[in-house]
T-cell receptor, first 114, second 111 residues
């Protein structure tokens, strides 16, 4: 009964490179949320997706960041041309999408930009 | 004013103490209230979930929500060293919507 799976767990990129973070939701869950946790900060919402649809991207930076949740395969958070300020822990959460808003989190991907 | 305010801590208590953690919020649309526990370098783990006002108890943990005061609390009875972690309050307005988190408070329970 696997939980939310994120990979890689650690990712090191140089400034200007691209970062791709993957998230496989819990079995039976069709709703995926991405959050970012900066040092000394709480978790901040980035984007909410259902299969093939972006439902709420109000927390996504306007440039360089994109997310998708295709019909088949994991959800991907993509960061183009990374900068030092993108260094953070990125968490994915999934929910079954029923009346209760219970979100289960993965272990996160820690991105370090050199 | 931030939507969710949480006591910054850190908090250190002796083993066996009763711990009280609190959050206040400003958005009256919030209806779903959660407490997550996060160990160092791990993902948040759901501890308690409450819909609307009221109390909920689960073992040594009790969650309280007072919507009239926009105030939520988590009580931990008979605290254990294994409870040492960061505790995050979270809330949302809808059944399928983003969570808004407090900054978290780091709790240390001394043996």
């Amino acid at each position: 009964n696997a939980g939310v799976m994120q990979n890689p767990r650690h990712l090191v990129r140089r400034r200007g490179q691209e970062a791709r973070l993957r998230c496989s939701p819990m079995k039976g869950h069709s709703h995926v949320y991405w959050y970012r946790q900066l040092p000394e900060e709480g978790l901040k919402f980035m984007v909410y997706l259902q299969k093939e649809n972006i439902i709420d991207e109000s927390g996504m930076p306007k440039e360089r960041f994109s997310a998708e949740f295709p019909k088949e395969g994991p959800s991907i958070l993509r960061i183009q041309q990374v900068v030092r300020g993108d260094s953070a822990a990125y968490f994915c959460a999934s929910s079954p999408g029923v009346a209760k808003n219970i979100q289960y989190f993965g272990a996160g991907t820690r991105l370090s930009v050199l | 004013q931030k939507e969710v305010e949480q006591d910054p801590g850190p908090l250190s208590v002796p083993e066996g103490a009763i711990v009280s953690l609190n959050c206040t919020y400003s958005n009256s649309a919030f209806q779903y209230f959660m407490w997550y526990r996060q160990y160092s370098r791990k993902g948040p783990e759901l501890l308690m979930y409450t819909y609307s006002s009221g109390n909920k108890e689960d073992g040594r943990f009790t969650a309280q929500v007072d919507k009239s005061s926009k105030y939520i609390s988590l009580f931990i009875r008979d605290s254990q060293p294994s409870d040492s972690a960061t505790y995050l309050c979270a809330m949302s307005a809808g059944a399928n919507s983003k969570l808004t988190f407090g900054k978290g408070i780091t709790l240390s329970v001394r043996p």
